[in-house]
């Protein structure tokens, strides 16, 4: 019990793992076994520390973190060095054929990597061979899911995530730029209502929306009703577009939504998706929100709000 000494608050600044991140892997995966306190506080030891290093060392790797939780420490060394001497190599390209799967993989890794070159470059061989619509929908969206998986499960961290939200943005704003739309095409607002703070999801609907002719306004993550509805006034939008990502169970956003409802003028269309998206069914159907289950499904919703305003303007 001697060597069982360190606070949780301790190890996660020696390891750079989140106090989270250590909980879900203790419980999760059996990663280490603290020892409590009679308060019932956990208490690391030396080598638990060092194992929590590893395993961080190789989850940003790349591994699963449920493969490699219940290995032996001296097995973990071995991958650990493994890895560094991959690290060391060059880097091979990715391949330059329409395998959208391996165009996924080098921007995992990029993003673990936190290296925004790799990154912007596997987003251009993408969509070099994939197209803009080929590229969102085969690989800027998976890679959505695909992070937001990592983030739920400890592999990723927050930081992770904005380096890619903002990778992403960058790219996808150049990316769109040749598109928009003639001067009279219908307007977009896009966003996430506040306590919604993930925002990928956003950005590939606006990049969606803009490839489609519409013109979008962007305003980014976890902004409140009023403000939402303000800049869909004042841009004289046709629809207002919601990501719904994370959390699943936020109480306050029932009300959000609802208020969002309330101050839009009655024609402008509301239109929800995001993997949250069925937590909040309920409210969604209540305020007559229209729900899009998937990109296609938001592509054909699109197209299909076009109609009505090519006969009439809307006017507020």
């Known amino acids: 019990m001697a060597s069982v000494q360190h606070s949780i608050k301790l190890v996660a600044l020696r390891t750079g793992l989140s106090a989270h991140v250590i909980r879900i892997w203790e419980k999760r995966y059996g990663a280490v076994e603290p020892e409590r306190t009679d308060t019932n506080r956990?208490?690391?030891?030396?080598?638990?520390i060092e194992r929590l290093a590893l395993l961080r060392e190789l989850t940003q790797?790349?591994?699963?973190?449920?493969?490699?939780?219940?290995?032996?420490?001296?097995?973990?060394?071995?991958l650990v060095a493994e890895l560094v001497g991959a690290n060391r190599r060059a880097v091979r390209p990715l391949p330059r054929g329409p395998a959208s799967g391996l165009f996924l993989e080098g921007c995992v890794a990029a993003v673990k990597a936190l290296d925004s070159v790799a990154l912007d470059e596997a987003l251009k061989r993408a969509a070099t061979a994939?197209?803009?619509?080929?590229?969102?929908?085969?690989?800027?969206?998976?890679?959505?899911?695909?992070?937001?998986?990592?983030?739920?499960?400890?592999?990723?961290?927050?930081?992770?995530?904005?380096?890619?939200?903002?990778?992403?943005?960058?790219?996808?704003?150049?990316?769109?730029r040749p598109f928009g739309g003639t001067e009279n095409a219908p307007v977009l607002v896009v966003a996430t209502p506040a306590?919604?703070?993930?925002?990928?999801?956003?950005?590939?609907?606006?990049?969606?929306?803009a490839n489609?002719?519409?013109?979008?306004?962007?305003?980014?993550?976890?902004?409140?009703?009023?403000?939402?509805?303000?800049?869909?006034?004042?841009?004289?939008?046709?629809?207002?577009?919601?990501?719904?990502?994370?959390?699943?169970?936020?109480?306050?956003?029932e009300g959000e939504l609802t208020r969002l409802r309330e101050l839009l003028p009655p024609e402008v269309v509301l239109l929800t998706g995001g993997r949250a998206m069925p937590a909040y069914l309920n409210v969604i159907k209540k305020i007559g929100a229209v729900q899009t289950k998937d990109l296609s499904?938001?592509?054909?919703?699109?197209?299909?709000?076009?109609?009505?305003a090519k006969k009439k303007k809307t006017r507020f």
């Open 42 to 48: 956990r208490l690391y030891s030396r080598e638990q």
């Open 61 to 78: 790797g790349g591994q699963s973190i449920g493969q490699v939780a219940k290995l032996p420490t001296p097995k973990l060394r071995h």
């Open 130 to 176: 994939l197209g803009a619509q080929g590229l969102l929908q085969r690989v800027v969206a998976p890679l959505a899911q695909t992070i937001g998986d990592l983030w739920r499960d400890g592999t990723l961290t927050a930081a992770h995530e904005h380096f890619a939200s903002a990778a992403i943005r960058v790219f996808l704003g150049q990316a769109t």
């Open 195 to 209: 306590g919604q703070v993930h925002e990928l999801g956003a950005l590939i609907v606006g990049a969606m929306a």
């Open 212 to 253: 489609l002719g519409w013109h979008v306004t962007y305003l980014g993550a976890s902004l409140p009703a009023a403000e939402i509805a303000g800049a869909a006034k004042q841009n004289r939008a046709h629809a207002v577009a919601l990501s719904l990502v994370y959390p699943e169970d936020d109480p306050g956003l």
């Open 297 to 308: 499904d938001l592509s054909a919703t699109l197209d299909d709000l076009r109609k009505p």
